[in-house]
């Protein structure tokens, strides 16, 4: 059963093709690693999933529906949840709050609403910091508060992109044992550059060059791909 597909989704940005006539279909359950060099087009292509930008062309489907011309609040209604790469926590309200505004998308009562908040935060390991102001955490825990801020949402799709940029080794391999730990209940599209969590959290591997879709399988199938080796792997 297919969660998410696009088909031929195009973004052109003034004279440049980010996202080129991407077909692509994300089966539920799977947690799929998106890779790529820099400038690949992966961040627009999660946009343009999320609706946070137009595509200039292309469809996307979501559990069977068109949401092509939806709006990113209603896909978020729908089940999408995202992290960006640039953090986007509100820096003056503590990490407490931060979570409890993306909770209260679901849940209702001050009690509910922080017992989905800490469930959330000790996800994460941030349980410790939850009174403190986001903006004095370090740059990886503001990146662990955002993906707080998306599994307190229950989503049925969590794209995170970059989401191990900042964070020290072992909170890296948290980060892998939390992703494995999501397989029963969250379908993931995972942008990451760190190989080691690509190879082992996920099922499969789309890699985008040039905003085109180069190469898609297994990671062994894609650490084994001479023309990914040339294009990404070689050069990391
Ligand atoms: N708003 C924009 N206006 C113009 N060009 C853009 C815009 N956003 C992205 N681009 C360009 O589109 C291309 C793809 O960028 P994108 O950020 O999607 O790549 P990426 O694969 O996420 O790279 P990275 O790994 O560095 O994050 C790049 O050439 C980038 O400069
Ligand atoms: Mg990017």
Not at 42 to 49: A, E, I, P
Not at 103 to 118: F, P, W
Not at 149 to 159: K, N
Not at 171 to 177: G, H, M, N, Q
Request: include cysteine; aromatic fraction near 6%; charge should be negative.
């Amino acid at each position: 059963m297919t969660l998410l597909s696009t088909r031929a989704m195009t973004k052109n940005f003034a004279g440049l093709t980010a996202v080129n006539a991407v077909d692509f279909d994300l089966p539920k359950g799977e947690i799929r690693a998106l890779i790529g060099p820099n400038g690949a087009g992966k961040t627009t292509f999660v946009s343009l999933l999320c609706g946070r930008i137009e595509p200039t062309s292309g469809t996307v489907e979501f559990d069977g529906a068109d949401i092509s011309h939806l709006p990113a609040h209603k896909r978020i209604n729908l089940g999408m949840a995202y992290t960006f790469q640039i953090t986007s926590v509100f820096a003056r309200l503590s990490v407490f709050e931060n979570v409890a505004l993306a909770a209260r998308k679901r849940v209702h009562g001050t009690a509910q609403v922080a017992q989905a908040v800490h469930a959330a935060l000790d996800q994460v390991d941030l349980n410790d910091r939850a009174e403190q102001i986001a903006g004095d955490l370090s740059y990886g825990h503001q990146r662990l508060l955002e993906i707080a801020m998306g599994l307190v949402q229950r989503p049925r799709l969590l794209i995170l992109d970059e989401p191990t940029q900042g964070l020290t080794d072992s909170e890296i391999d948290a980060f892998k044992a939390l992703v494995r730990g999501l397989k029963d209940t969250t379908t993931i599209l995972l942008i990451e550059h760190n190989m080691s969590v690509v190879m082992e959290t996920a099922d499969r591997i789309t890699v985008l060059n040039f905003g085109e879709i180069l190469a898609e399988g297994t990671p062994t199938e894609i650490h084994a791909d001479a023309r990914v080796q040339a294009a990404y792997l070689g050069t990391g």
